[in-house]
């Protein structure tokens, strides 16, 4: 066990005692494979699945593993046209189970997400009958001002870059608070309560996942 490890290890059952005081459920792991188990355990076979466009869920395998369960999953990407896709981003916000990580998260429990289409910071607010987020060590911040500069300054950027837009954090790295048409950063949500008991929840793995 390395030092990174050793300090995850004291500081993620923090954090998970952090969320569940903020009405959420929350588990920690050591692993991708642990987190996927994890995850399938609390995704009832038959239940009709969504997701935005995490790449904490895509790298641990939970969407290859969706797919090829006993779900009816709701995938805007086997759509070509936006109004198809659209239709299915609407369908999603009915769903059993939505399926994300968080831009960001603090040692006290707040997650902070920053959205363009707003469908994901929707579902994490309102509609699906369960939230699911995959979330990486790489992500926890110590405050909540901390998590709102890093979803800002090192998520949005990444993902601009990504997804192949012209904003100007694609060119200077960093956000610039811009207007641009392409900008990313429409919607800004901070959860720091689930009113709904345990329909957020999050496993919280000592890995590196998405940005």
Known sequence: MNVREMRNDVLGPRVVKALESRNMEAYYVK????????????????????????????EIGLLDAVRAGN????????????????????????????????NALSEDGILVNIDG???????????????????GM??????????MSRAKHEAAPINAQRFGIQTPCVKNG??????SPD?????????????VPKRTKVILADEDLGF
């Open 71 to 102: 779900y009816e999953v709701l995938d805007r990407g086997t759509k070509e046209t936006r109004p198809e896709q659209e239709e299915v981003m609407h369908q999603a916000l009915n769903c059993d189970v939505y399926l994300g990580s968080t």
């Open 31 to 58: 692993t991708k494979e642990e987190a996927l188990a994890k995850a399938l355990e609390l995704i009832p076979e038959g239940s009709s699945v969504s997701w935005g466009g995490s790449m904490s869920v895509q």
């Open 138 to 147: 790489n992500k926890v911040v110590k405050t909540e001002a901390d998590a």
């Open 183 to 195: 900008c990313i950063c429409c919607q800004i949500l901070i959860t720091r309560f689930s009113r």
């Open 117 to 135: 289409n707003a469908n994901r910071v929707a579902a994490y607010s309102y509609g699906p009958k369960t939230v699911l987020l995959i979330v």
């Open 174 to 179: 960093t956000c610039a608070d811009c207007k």
